[in-house]
């Protein structure tokens, strides 16, 4: 059932080529470049109508939303906002019919996402479900679904659930672009184009990356703390990889945007203290970098995940692993493999159950 690996988790980090390709496959028609999603059900004037889409979601699927509002922001221009489901029910919620809320969930049963859907849609919200299981709670609710085909997870650790849900909601993104009018045809056949080849990329990535993955924490699985930054679209991974990290190796770990460093965590920071970096060649890598600088100075034990052939990153530490250059758009959904790999190595290394951490459940179904 393992198919021959060590643990689900690390079955599912190799599925995730597939899972990407099965997501995306049949919803980019290859001569219009025009995105398919038949479960959507939004017309063309419920769609016109929204101006402002929010994003709700828990834990590894709210970090899938904070990427989702970079690309949607950014190439259909509405306005996006993006909450924690156990926030999003009990504050005050500006909402009405103009207003397209986005629910992220794999399992679809999610308590507290579930309730703060029923909420958005008593407020005259339409409804659209990203998700993993067919049939789940949220969908039957929805007004829409928006399938991710990443297959069962078993791993209670999310991993192609996660990247399959960025592939969607990448999708979702040039769905809307496409009608607002705001991405020509070739950008958008261009962006659908890349993202099949990511696969790909990744298929190839995988093996080696694990390798070098598992010679580098050597050095830092006993570590008692962990810091992980990145800018821009990559500052969720950070959040992510942190989770990663934290829930099934035990080790205290917390992302942060490179920028905040410097209003407090940079404190925390000693010869002890080891920070993982994202830093791909993309518009903020000079900002990335100087931020990395910055810890690099204090003596902070720092690995750096950048773009192949990028010699710089070698001169400000030893540990550097290399990930091909792919449209920096993507970059999240790349950047992913590595931080999930690191938390698999770690917790392996440690001796914990991988596929079964402590005081986690796969579904949480209580609020
Ligand atoms: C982390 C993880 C959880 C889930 C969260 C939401 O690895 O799996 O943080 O992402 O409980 O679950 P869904 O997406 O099923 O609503």
């Not at 929805?142 to 399959?164: C, L, M, N, Q, R």
């Not at 965590?265 to 993982?276: S, Y």
Request: proline letters at 4%; charged letters at 25%.
């Amino acid at each position: 059932e393992k198919g021959g690996y060590k643990h689900f988790m690390l079955k599912e980090i190799y599925e995730q080529p597939q899972a990407i390709i099965d997501t995306v496959s049949g919803r980019i028609n290859p001569e219009t470049g025009s995105i398919e999603l038949a479960e959507m059900n939004l017309s063309d004037e419920d769609l016109a109508g929204i101006d402002r889409i929010f994003l709700v979601a828990c834990g590894t699927s709210w970090h899938a939303a904070l990427v989702a509002k970079y690309w949607i922001e950014r190439w259909a221009g509405i306005p996006v906002e993006v909450d924690i489901a156990s926030e999003f029910r009990y504050r005050k919620l500006i909402i009405n019919e103009r207003v397209l809320t986005v629910a992220i969930s794999q399992s679809g049963e999610t308590a507290d996402t579930l309730a703060g859907i029923r909420l958005a849609r008593k407020l005259g919200s339409k409804i659209v479900i990203i998700c993993n299981v067919v049939g789940s709670t949220m969908t039957r609710i929805a007004d829409g679904t928006v399938y991710t085909h990443a297959g069962p997870e078993i791993g209670v650790a999310s991993t192609k659930a996660f990247t399959s849900q960025l592939a969607a909601l990448f999708l979702f993104t040039l769905f809307l672009a496409e009608k607002r009018g705001t991405m020509a045809v070739e950008k958008r056949l261009e962006l659908g184009r890349d993202l099949i080849h990511l696969a790909a990329v990744i298929g190839k990535l995988l093996p080696v990356l694990q390798g070098e993955i598992q010679e580098l924490i050597e050095n830092y699985y006993d570590s008692r703390d962990f810091l992980f930054v990145g800018r821009g679209l990559n500052f969720p991974i950070a959040l992510e990889g942190a989770l990663k990290l934290k829930e099934i190796s035990y080790i205290h770990a917390e992302g942060y945007a490179s920028g905040e460093l410097k209003h407090g965590p940079i404190a925390l920071i000693d010869k002890d203290m080891p920070i993982l970096g994202l830093v791909p060649k993309d518009a903020v890598y000079q900002k990335s970098i100087s931020n990395v600088e910055e810890i690099k100075a204090r003596q902070g034990r720092l690995i750096l995940i950048g773009t192949e052939g990028d010699e710089h990153l070698k001169s400000i530490t030893d540990d550097v692993l290399y990930l091909p250059e792919v449209n920096e758009e993507l970059n999240p959904i790349l950047y992913t493999i590595p931080a999930q790999l690191l938390a698999y190595e770690i917790a392996s290394r440690r001796g914990c159950d991988v596929d079964q951490p402590r005081n986690l459940a796969k579904s949480v179904t209580v609020e």
